[in-house]
């Protein structure tokens, strides 16, 4: 890791040395600080260009040293000491600029870009906000609309927008830092560009301030910082960049100590390792495509859409024409969807339909690099499927099911090639979800997991490998979390109160709530066909539900009462009557607190469960499948990393 410095003919070219994202690490930090100090005391340099090695600009700062106490220089401190330099500092940016490369850019007198440069302020994913001047810089130079999406909402801005909104003021084609240098010297030339905090800002009003937090209330999911960015912003607009500097950087290190930012930050570092397992290193993926998906329901198209989304052709088989017409029309409401809401254009509907193949049966899939099963949750189902791909496809295709529940060494059990065959467990909607749980058989070949992990890299999903064992990881921790609730219910605690508990945790809805709006029916169907195979499976209370034609939203009644065309829950008389034999005579009264810790509790010792037996390899493997695939707040971390806090409160 390096800073170093050259002079170019009176100017300055220093250029930050950090693989692989060029990080803001303390050593750089005092690197860069030092060579400001010598070019202060040059008289041989007019001029400064700040540039990046490799193939960024500044990814941001060291979010490894975030758990530690702060170094000098700060950053503020040395942006302060670039914007107060006598010789002015041009900044020359490629690839992406992040938090802090975005604000030592925003501190530099002017700003020039490479094609195809991004820029982002994502603090607030990490639950900080950016702690170096990009709430008070960004707002002076692009205006408070522009800059609040970017500063607490995750916006990123690629050049053509930056440039346009005063961020940068000039896109170099061909040699960048030549380019930059051409650019310094003409500013030399003429009067110097004003320095963003020294810029007019206009305050948008009082109905403006107000639209702006109900937005971001709305869309940060209860999460602190997105809030305490706006108002940092707002502080600094109200009260002066002094005033808004010292809130930001007050702000900034009170989210950085919070448990909060901790638990963002493990999910961080978790959501980086998960692509690239160890065991993986060197072993190439095999190229993929052209894919197969044999099912076009709700899962089946969702899969669809993922692929194409990717850039993936496909070929979608289904048992009749009508039912490729049903597919058809949810792709397209899918695709249409998205035009809608202005995430691709009408072209791009258009081209994701295109490269959809539409046929009857299996003869298509001969020439495909992956088929992705996604019929009927039935194992003879599904074995009828593989039979014919095992005979149809070539010998070095990859045969996936998406099950759910099933042992796919069932699925697979006495087919041709096993090393092939993999479990890719896509969560519906699934163009929409980012899990996907990836499960190797024990014939899997190396090769063919790599694939695996590289086609979640391609779809922009989170990986997760788990050992086989009824419901993987996910499914497994679920419904050990759906029996200590209704264990609960059993006790005689309100439905209703164990699901305003979850809510105030954190989670969109609670375990009765999610039942009801997923259908009561598919898990009561699994029981009924374990009871079928002589398994022992006690009467639960959504088999008496389901029994009684409760089967959710879907018939108007579960555990709670719904009218039509409204999905808003309503405590039903009838289901409590249903349910009286099961339910304890007497109601128990227990807080929000202690259901809390009865549930998270019980997911916590499925998961160690799971660790114990080799199914997930780590706990963090276990956190992302909740957060990304059960909807577990985000904020909060992990089931294993609240647990691992409680033992370490306890010590």
């Known amino acids: 890791m390096s800073v170093t410095y050259q002079n170019r003919n009176g100017i300055a ?25 010598q070019i202060e005391a040059d008289d041989a340099v007019q001029a400064v260009v700040l540039t990046g090695a490799g193939r960024l600009f500044v990814g941001g700062a060291d979010i490894t040293e975030f758990n530690r106490p702060p170094l000098e220089p700060h950053l503020t401190d040395l942006f302060t000491r670039i914007e107060d330099a006598t010789k002015p500092w ?45 709430t008070q810089r960004l707002p002076r130079l692009i205006g408070v609309e522009a800059a609040l999406p970017v500063v607490a909402e995750n916006k990123t801005l690629g050049h053509e927008a930056a440039l346009k909104l005063g961020l940068i003021d000039r896109v170099i084609e061909g040699d960048l830092v030549e380019g930059a240098l051409a650019f310094a010297a003409e500013m ?97 993926p095999r190229a993929v495509s052209l894919a197969g998906v044999v099912g076009g329901g709700t899962m089946g198209t969702g899969i669809v859409a993922a692929l194409r989304n990717a850039g993936i052709n496909v070929v979608l088989s289904e048992r009749d024409e009508a039912a490729l017409t049903r597919a058809k029309d949810t792709l397209s409401g899918i695709f249409g969807a998205a035009a809608k809401r202005g995430l691709i254009s009408q072209a791009d509907v258009e081209a994701r339909m295109a490269g959809i193949r539409f046929v009857i049966g299996y003869a298509d899939m001969a020439d495909c690099d992956l088929v992705i ?59 929409v979800m980012k899990l996907l749980e990836i499960i190797p058989l024990p014939q899997t070949a190396p090769e063919v997991l790599a694939s695996a992990f590289d086609l979640a890299r391609r779809l922009g999903k989170v990986p997760a490998q788990s050992g086989i064992c009824e419901g993987f990881i996910g499914n497994r921790i679920l419904k050990r979390y759906r029996q200590e609730a209704e264990a609960l219910v059993l006790a005689g605690v309100a439905w209703a109160d164990i699901d305003a508990a979850l809510r105030g945790f954190g989670y969109a809805m609670g375990p009765f709530e999610m039942q009801d709006l997923a259908g009561l029916d598919i898990s009561y169907l699994n029981r009924e066909a374990a009871r079928a195979r002589g398994e022992d499976i006690p009467t639960t209370p959504g088999d008496l539900l389901v029994r009684a034609g409760r089967k959710g939203q879907k018939t108007g009644g579960g555990w709670y009462d719904y009218t039509p065309g409204d999905r808003k829950p309503q405590l039903s008389a009838e289901a409590a009557q249903i349910l009286a034999p099961l339910v304890a005579a007497n109601p128990v009264q227990m807080d929000a607190s202690a259901i809390l810790d009865r549930l998270l509790a019980a997911m916590a010792d499925e998961g160690q469960r799971i660790l114990d037996e080799g199914i997930a390899s780590d706990a963090s493997v276990i956190d992302l499948v909740e957060v990304h695939g059960y909807g577990f707040p985000r904020g909060k971390g992990g089931p294993m990393l609240i647990a691992a806090g409680k033992k370490d409160e306890a010590k």
């Open 13 to 37: 070219v220093v250029t930050i040395d950090n693989p692989p994202v060029n990080a803001m690490s303390q050593a750089i930090r005092q690197q860069i600080w030092d060579i400001a100090g």
């Open 90 to 134: 041009v900044v020359a940016l490629h690839g992406v600029a992040m938090g802090g490369g975005v604000e030592i850019a925003l501190a530099c007198r002017a700003r020039v870009a490479a094609p195809g440069s991004r820029f982002a302020l994502p603090e607030v994913n990490i639950g900080i906000v950016p702690g170096a001047g990009g």
């Open 188 to 284: 030399l030339a003429g009067p110097l560009p004003v320095l963003a905090r020294d810029r007019a800002i206009a305050d948008p009003g009082a109905e403006f301030w107000q639209a702006a937090s109900a937005r971001i209330a709305k869309s940060s999911k209860g999460l602190t910082a997105p809030g305490r960015a706006l108002e940092a912003l707002r502080l600094g607009v109200e009260q002066g960049f002094a005033q808004g500097m010292a809130h930001e950087r007050e702000t900034f290190l009170t989210l950085k100590a919070s448990a909060e930012a901790a638990a963002l930050r493990y999910l961080f570092f978790a959501e980086r390792a998960a692509p690239k397992p160890a065991a993986l290193k060197g072993i190439t």
């Open 373 to 431: 099963e996604a019929v009927f949750e039935e194992l003879s189902v599904k074995r009828e499927v593989f039979a014919a791909l095992s005979q149809i496809c070539r010998p070095d295709t990859i045969l996936a099911t998406n099950t759910s529940y099933i042992d796919p060494r069932q699925i697979a059990d006495g087919f041709a090639g096993p090393e092939r065959f993999i479990g890719l467990h896509f969560f519906s909607p699934a163009h």
